[in-house]
């Protein structure tokens, strides 16, 4: 049977607000599904807390919506079992910059082949509005009644210095930009972030109009192994560049463990087995 | 009461004691390896300093010709290398017992009772192998001569420690083995024992930690996925499986932290796999969120906690039994959770695979409560018959399971949907066990969400009263349900019927309480002992039934406040006298039969004939 973005629907109707950014970004992934012709039972969709958690609800695959800031970690775990699957891990700005942005640097080091999606709109919404780590300074919220003072984390930048080896931005105005960031950063092997700019239509941080003239196309000749280039355009405060800054072939996690069962075997000269008693019998 | 479980020809225990970095673990290692190998028992038992070099390490070594279950009350044999650790120990050395000494370090009280062996450790290393470095092994060897041990066995003992070390440095301890052997048979100071090696005619037996042995139960468990992040005195579990899982085909991955690892382990366990992280108390108040989220998602996963003293840092390297209010209680909501606590080395082995098997069969999360004392004590366990292992597949909570055992083991899976309940799958069906069919990635219609939110049985999102009423009654119902296996199956009591007196006590005390046990039969005391392994939930009826025979019921457990005593306090309506020692290390036959003659006096009269 043909698969339709139908496959990939949950049937469970959103919660969202009317307008959220949200939408957009579910209907860019199912169809990004779609056009990778992924079987729905071989994908698993991990997600954290916040309007953006719910996201997991809506897919119709194995979905797990867990804990605040979790996701990378739960989703790594998942990997690492069964690197089989396609697995993606979904949060928003207070999941993968507050409460779980410890998660990130190591997940970048062990490079586990999945795709994280940090969607960002700069306030907690589902708690109805207050200030996040990407909040802007001055911005007045329930949580800074005389306005944000620390300076928002400037994200791209932090993900290069973590050498996370796909780093993408993209915003949820754009459905075919998203939809194409997110199938290269699934191919791509390794762990794969993209940052999504998000639109709150309840608690506005910035207006559509205003985020779409900031955004601008990275140019076609962005050299994608250069981190100081990728970071320079990460830093730039005239524009917000979309696109793949930056992209990088490491050894992946999942490469490394069959590596350690291939050593352990051949040391033995043997298959992995599940007979354990010549393990037990070096303890004889 | 079986005469030969007390009684014994020969029961010894010796300790070594120095300052941290006098290589005293690895002499007293060595001799219990060595012990081992012969046709008796060997128990030992370790106490470390937290740092890497001084303070007072210390091994206690125990054999024996039966089974033996504990450390021991007091030592026969005392080696000390240095002042303090003779001024510390030498309290805990028997009347007319054994001390090996270094005389140009320790001073002996001239009034000790004691026989005193003289052996320069320091100085017979510095002559035979130019450094100091070797002196436990000169101690290795007098007490190798002193048991008339065999050199060759030793030896190659020695080798297999030191090989990584290379050539020269095998040489230079095998010179200072001679040299501390032949110094004790010169002297002809020869102990009474004779641990001559031999075939064990009673079964083949592995020398294993309790940490190994739970690292091994899981591999024989079917456990092919572990992340850990590293904590004392739980460490040596992780390490060891990173080192075997890969020869059965599993992966272990060392995480950022416990929060980490407790969400890869979910993770691993959400994609079918059996899953485990092992980690101590501090590392499992870490976890307590994302436990919740495997109560609430029904994922059948093990967490080991190897207790140690706390609160806080507390006393990383040291034993205590002060987690179990955390591991029954200590969620936010209500999470049901299944608490199991293994009795011994050996113990550590069954109980991890029978973790296995309740977290797959009642799809929950597993905490199975070690300590410090078993965790690093080192014990003679017998090999299973691996003819008897055998995988039985998807296991109901209904269906009957023998106890996992050297003569059988039954491995037990998850219950998945059946093909015609993939049609409109409903992950989270209520059922009359709460247990419901679970599916995982790959299973074609097996998709379905799994929220940390309240949900309905297909697992939306679902807030309404009647659901939550229903769905808190789904999940609390499987612990229901094994409660009723377990009274079927109930936990063993020891000791005669006839007894007023009832000791009830919890994880590795076991070994202690039932020698206290003996002794008080000894002397005329009757005492009845009870020891579930399951410690949450229990079978009510048949504890109500072991209770209601009792006058007294002592509660024994190894912390300050009597976690185990107020459990049962609640469940079962009694007032236990409880006995508590919170010192860090292991409470004692002596001290628990100290308590029990405490009882008896204020008990029935009838009991006590020759108090």
Request: charged content about 25%; aromatic content about 8%.
């Amino acid at each position: 049977m043909k698969r339709t973005l139908q496959s990939y629907k949950s049937g469970i109707k959103p919660v969202w607000c009317p307008g959220c950014g949200d939408y957009a970004i579910l209907r860019a992934i199912q169809q990004a599904f779609l056009d990778m012709n992924l079987p729905p039972e071989d994908i698993a969709v991990v997600s954290g807390i916040g309007c953006s958690g719910r996201l997991s609800h809506y897919l119709n695959t194995y979905s797990l919506h867990g804990t605040h800031g979790r996701a990378v970690p739960t989703a790594l775990g998942v990997k690492a079992a069964r690197p089989e699957l396609t697995v993606m891990a979904v949060g928003g700005d207070g999941d993968g910059l507050g409460i779980g942005g410890g998660h990130i640097p190591h997940a970048a080091r062990k490079n586990v082949d999945m795709t994280y999606l940090l969607i960002d709109n700069r306030i907690y919404g589902l708690t109805k509005g207050q200030s996040s780590p990407t909040t802007p300074v001055g911005r007045s919220t329930t949580t800074s009644p005389d306005g944000v003072t620390e300076p928002p984390v400037d994200v791209i930048p932090v993900l290069l210095s973590y050498d996370v080896s796909f780093v993408a931005q993209t915003s949820s105005l754009n459905i075919p930009e998203m939809t194409d960031i997110i199938k290269k950063a699934i191919r791509h092997k390794g762990f794969s972030m993209v940052h999504i700019f998000s639109l709150c239509k309840t608690f506005p941080v910035i207006e559509a109009d205003v985020l779409k003239d900031l955004l601008c196309p990275l140019p076609e000749d962005h050299p994608r192994s250069d981190k100081l280039e990728a970071m320079k355009r990460g830093y730039s405060r005239d524009h917000l560049y979309t696109g793949v800054f930056y992209q990088v072939e490491k050894p992946v996690l999942e490469q490394q463990l069959d590596a350690r069962i291939e050593r352990s075997c051949s040391f033995e000269q043997g298959e992995p087995t599940d007979n354990i008693e010549d393990l037990l019998l070096r303890y004889v | 009461m079986k005469a030969d479980a007390f009684r014994s020809e020969l029961d010894f225990t010796v300790r070594i004691a120095g300052e941290g970095g006098d290589g005293v673990i690895s002499c007293g290692e060595l001799f219990a390896r060595a012990a081992a190998r012969t046709e008796y028992h060997v128990f030992t038992y370790i106490t470390y300093p937290a740092e890497i070099r001084g303070g007072i390490s210390m091994i206690q070594i125990r054999v024996r010709d039966w089974t033996i279950y504990s450390m021991g009350s007091q030592v026969d044999y005392m080696v000390v290398f240095n002042q303090a650790s003779c001024d510390r120990n030498l309290p805990a050395l028997r009347k007319s017992g054994v001390v090996i000494f270094d005389p140009d370090h320790v001073r002996l009280p001239a009034n000790l009772n004691a026989i005193r062996i003289s052996i320069p450790f320091s100085n017979i290393s510095i002559r035979e192998t130019s450094s100091r470095m070797s002196k436990n092994i000169v101690a290795l060897g007098a007490l190798s001569g002193l048991f008339k041990m065999e050199r060759s066995l030793v030896a190659q003992l020695i080798k297999e420690r030191y090989a990584h070390k290379g050539d020269a440095a095998v040489e230079k301890n095998l010179k200072a083995l001679d040299a501390g052997y032949s110094k004790v048979v010169d002297s002809d100071q020869r102990g009474k024992y004779n641990l001559k090696a031999e075939e064990k005619s009673r079964g083949r037996y592995m020398f294993l930690s309790g940490n190994e042995a739970i690292a091994l139960g899981a591999i024989a468990a079917g456990c092919r996925f572990v992340a850990g992040y590293p904590i004392t005195p739980a460490t040596s579990i992780f390490e060891t499986l990173i080192k075997l899982l890969p020869r059965v085909g599993g992966r272990a991955v060392q995480m950022e932290d416990e929060i980490a690892s407790i969400s890869a382990v979910i993770g691993a366990s959400f994609s079918g796999e059996k899953a485990l992280t092992p980690t101590s108390g501090p590392g499992l108040q870490l976890m307590g969120e994302q436990l919740n989220l495997a109560s609430m998602i029904e994922l059948p996963l093990v967490i080991v906690n190897v207790q140690r003293g706390g609160p806080s840092t507390g006393l990383p390297t040291k034993t205590e039994q002060s987690d179990l209010k955390f591991a029954i209680y200590g969620t936010s909501g209500e999470a049901p959770r299944i608490i199991l606590a293994p009795t011994s080395v050996e113990d550590c082995f069954y109980q991890t695979i029978r973790a296995f098997n309740l977290a797959e069969r009642f799809q929950s999360p597993v905490i199975l409560l070690s300590d410090q004392s078993i965790g690093y004590r080192k014990a003679t366990v017998r090999l299973p018959d691996f003819a008897e292992i055998r995988e039985i597949g998807e296991c109901r909570p209904q269906d009957k399971l023998l106890l996992p055992s050297a003569e059988k083991i039954d491995l037990v899976h998850r219950i998945k949907p059946k093909r015609n309940e993939l049609k409109d799958y409903k992950r989270f069906k209520s059922t009359p066990t709460g247990v419901s069919p679970i599916s995982s990635p790959g299973m074609k219609g097996g998709q379905y969400i799994a929220t940390g939110l309240e949900h309905d049985e297909a697992g939306k999102a679902d807030y309404s009263p009647a659901n939550h009423l229903a769905m808190s009654e789904k999940r609390f119902r499987k612990l229901e349900a094994l409660s009723n296996r377990l009274e079927v199956n109930p936990p063993e009591y020891h000791g005669s019927r006839d007894a007023a007196i009832g000791i009830i006590g919890w994880g590795s005390t076991e070994g202690a309480i039932r020698e206290a046990r003996y002794k008080a039969e000894a002397e005329g005391v009757l005492v009845r002992h009870l020891h579930p392994k399951v410690l949450s939930p229990l079978p009510v009826r048949k504890i109500r039934h072991f209770l209601a025979d009792l006058e007294q019921v002592l509660v024994v457990e190894e912390n300050y406040t009597g976690q185990f005593a107020h459990f049962i306090k609640g469940k079962f309506g009694i007032k236990p006298i409880e006995m508590h020692k919170c010192e860090g290390v292991p409470i004692t036959s002596n001290e628990i039969l100290a308590g029990i003659k405490k009882v008896a006096r204020i008990t029935d009269e009838k009991n006590i004939t020759k108090l």
